[in-house]
């Protein structure tokens, strides 16, 4: 498979890390707050390590599997791999749905975000290590893009290469409204607090069907090297 098409296949799966509601929402929260900058950077470091740390760790692991069949036969280690991660993805998606809040119903939000006006560089770090690593999401986001990319046939270059497009558009919600606090600050401050309202209110729902299309177009692959 060439580099094109690996990037091709990976760029569906950085939305459902992107498009994470609750991370921007935290993003918002610090870019409110009085230490903006320095809250905002820190964040924007420990997300970038988090996500670029677990990509990484899998993409070594999906290389060690048995190279994809050249003979045209069925790829069965690949396929129970794709399986499985469709599997956990739906599961995932369902698990959102039901946590949505009902119509009319305020969404209940981390305890933690009440604190964010206090935090600094280095717990802002913290929390984007949190948020990055341990979440089944991500996981299995990064899980996902390693299969694609470690199953390619790719020199070492060319999955430097895609491995770090993965990174860098997985973090681009947080890379560029941070960036942008450092040259428009002021003016941002109203278009972010409205968008942090509506992100709170449809947390659940943008992640569930985001992981459900992600998790249907795993099934397909699945089904496909077989």
Do not use: Y
Not at 98 to 109: H, I
Not at 128 to 144: D, E, I, Q, T
């Amino acid at each position: 498979m060439m580099l094109g098409q690996v990037i091709g296949e990976i760029l569906p799966l950085t939305l459902a890390i992107a498009i994470s509601p609750l991370t921007i929402v935290a993003v918002i929260l610090m870019l409110l707050s009085p230490n903006a900058r320095s809250t905002g950077a820190g964040f924007l470091v420990g997300w970038s390590i988090g996500v670029a740390g677990t990509v990484t760790v899998f993409v070594l692991i999906a290389g060690a599997l048995p190279p994809p069949s050249t003979t045209g036969g069925p790829d069965v280690v690949r396929a129970v791999v794709q399986f499985v991660i469709a599997a956990l993805l739906l599961l995932l998606a369902a698990k959102q749905w039901r946590t949505r809040p009902a119509p009319g119903e305020d969404p209940v939000l981390p305890t933690w975000m009440s604190a964010i006006d206090s935090f600094t560089f280095v717990r802002s770090l913290g929390l984007g290590l949190v948020l990055s690593v341990p979440r089944p999401k991500n996981l299995l986001m990064a899980a996902s893009a390693a299969e694609i990319i470690g199953g390619a046939g790719l020199t070492a270059a060319s999955t430097v290469i895609a491995t770090a497009v993965f990174v860098l558009c997985s973090i681009s919600t947080v890379l560029v409204p941070v960036a942008a606090t450092f040259f428009a600050a002021d003016r941002l401050r109203a278009p972010l607090a409205a968008f942090h309202g509506w992100l709170a209110r449809e947390n659940a729902v943008i992640t569930s069907l985001l992981l459900l299309v992600i998790g249907v177009l795993m099934l397909g692959k699945a089904i496909g090297s077989l």
